[in-house]
């Protein structure tokens, strides 16, 4: 039964939307917690407890670089169950109508490294 509870607490963390987002958002690359929260137009605290499910679930890990804490899949596999559903439901492995696209960098009002890099080029 083991297998059966490990399996099932993975499957409890991806039936969730707004985790579902956050892993779409990191299947492109690592991400720090200010840049999820403006992608998602959730509160820092929010969306902290949905990375904290997320990783408990073992579906991201993080790393820490001075003050701040970048999430990324723990393993990349998590990305094709998800392509694997929405074809299920869709026909089409990636975005459909209905899935909101993910925004390509800099995401406006957002204040994460990654994104003051872009808009200063």
């Given at each position: 039964?083991?297998?059966?509870?490990?399996?099932?607490?993975?499957?409890?963390?991806?039936?969730?939307?707004?985790?579902?987002r956050?892993?779409?958002?990191?299947?492109?690359?690592?991400?720090?917690?200010?840049?999820?929260?403006?992608?998602?137009?959730?509160?820092?605290?929010?969306?902290?407890?949905?990375l904290?499910?997320?990783?408990?679930?073992?579906?991201?890990?993080?790393?820490?670089?001075?003050?701040?804490i970048?999430?990324?899949?723990?393993?990349?596999?998590?990305?094709?169950?998800?392509?694997?559903?929405?074809?299920?439901?869709?026909?089409?492995?990636?975005?459909?109508?209905?899935?909101?696209?993910?925004?390509?960098?800099?995401?406006?009002?957002?204040?994460?490294?990654?994104?003051?890099?872009?808009?200063?080029?």
């Amino acid at each position: 039964m083991r297998g059966y509870e490990q399996q099932a607490r993975i499957m409890k963390a991806l039936a969730h939307p707004v985790r579902l987002r956050i892993l779409d958002i990191l299947r492109r690359e690592e991400e720090c917690v200010c840049h999820l929260t403006t992608v998602l137009g959730a509160r820092q605290p929010y969306v902290s407890q949905q990375l904290a499910i997320l990783r408990e679930a073992g579906l991201v890990s993080d790393r820490r670089d001075g003050l701040i804490i970048y999430y990324r899949l723990h393993d990349k596999r998590v990305a094709k169950v998800i392509s694997a559903v929405r074809e299920m439901l869709t026909g089409q492995p990636e975005f459909a109508e209905g899935w909101p696209p993910i925004p390509e960098r800099p995401v406006s009002g957002c204040p994460c490294p990654k994104c003051e890099v872009k808009r200063s080029d």
